[in-house]
């Protein structure tokens, strides 16, 4: 008998226990706060700067996955439709939110598009007729595609920072003031990496930088007075034609210009072929549109992958040092 009511209370015990533990899991949950997804690395990063500790921020590109390409699986429109915020770039950058908005049934989700109040820029990609997508100029043009890159503008970026701090003080405003100062404090930084590229790149020999990868720097070249020529338009998954790998070549010579640039994630072929051809050293330019598990694990950000990219823009475009 005595050994039964021992059994019973050490079975209540452990029973009192196992409440206490769920209770204390409940409201650990709760303090997470928000749950917040995100397309791209960028908007990754902003959120991570404004929000910090306040939300759980999560990527929904996995680490490496090209972004162009990427089309969500059946188990992200689970993630989203059980986040509490989703911030995408816009439709011309995922053009598969659209038809996922229709199937999401959570009301309380707030669906967040940075791209709003952004001048964008039309695709000049294939406007040349030698078929290398190039920087505009006064060029009448028949596409009517739109270039998607905006993050690579730092005055957009900022724009999309006060976009992405709207949704976060619209979902928890009560945080509202520290959000507030995380955004400033972010985008003066923007300010500063800003006038830091002006400066920069205001005294060079060259002013045109040929990249062997898909068409993304129109933004950042167009915003610093630079011509731009890339290998190709659409996805970085697309190949370039002969005819275009021959008019990147023939640019190169034109120009006298002796480095070629290559994108993240990808095997740079393009860029090996021309620099075997024409002695030109490769330098990384990289898109921030996603970032490798690596980097993701070395803990990069918008801003050292774009420090990283001025210092490779000094190089090939021989820029003075200030
Ligand atoms: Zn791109």
Not at 174 to 188: H, I, L, P, V
Not at 232 to 247: R, V
Request: net charge positive.
């Amino acid at each position: 008998m005595k050994k039964r009511i021992f059994l019973f209370f050490i079975i209540i015990l452990l029973l009192i226990n196992l409440i206490a533990c769920q209770k204390k899991k409940e409201s650990h949950q709760k303090n997470e706060g928000l749950n917040v997804i995100t397309t791209l690395f960028p908007l990754y990063d902003f959120t991570k700067h404004i929000a910090r500790e306040k939300v759980s921020v999560s990527l929904l590109l996995p680490p490496g996955v090209e972004a162009h390409s990427f089309e969500p699986k059946p188990g992200d429109i689970v993630k989203i439709n059980k986040a509490d915020l989703f911030i995408y770039t816009g439709k011309y950058m995922e053009p598969w939110v659209e038809s996922i908005i229709k199937s999401i049934d959570n009301k309380n989700l707030l669906i967040i598009d940075t791209s709003l109040g952004i001048t964008l820029l039309e695709n000049r990609a294939g406007a040349n007729k030698h078929g290398l997508s190039e920087r505009p100029d006064d060029r009448p043009h028949k596409h009517g595609s739109i270039d998607p890159h905006i993050w690579l503008d730092f005055e957009n970026a900022g724009r999309m920072v006060d976009t992405i701090l709207k949704g976060l003080v619209e979902k928890d405003p009560a945080n509202k003031d520290y959000y507030t100062k995380n955004a400033e404090t972010y985008k003066a930084q923007l300010g500063l990496l800003d006038k830091k590229y002006r400066e920069s790149l205001s005294c060079c020999k060259k002013d045109s930088f040929i990249h062997g990868g898909h068409f993304a720097f129109n933004y950042l070249a167009r915003r610093y007075n630079l011509k731009y020529f890339s290998a190709y338009p659409g996805s970085p998954d697309s190949e370039p034609t002969m005819k275009q790998l021959i008019a990147l070549k023939k640019k190169m010579e034109e120009l006298n210009i002796k480095a070629i640039f290559y994108e993240e994630l990808i095997t740079p072929r393009v860029a090996e072929m021309i620099s075997k051809e024409t002695g030109a050293i490769m330098l990384k330019l990289h898109g921030a549109h996603n970032v490798s598990k690596d980097d993701l694990e070395r803990g990069v950000t918008f801003f050292s992958l774009m420090e990283e990219n001025l210092k490779n823009l000094k190089v090939g475009l021989q820029c003075q040092e200030k």
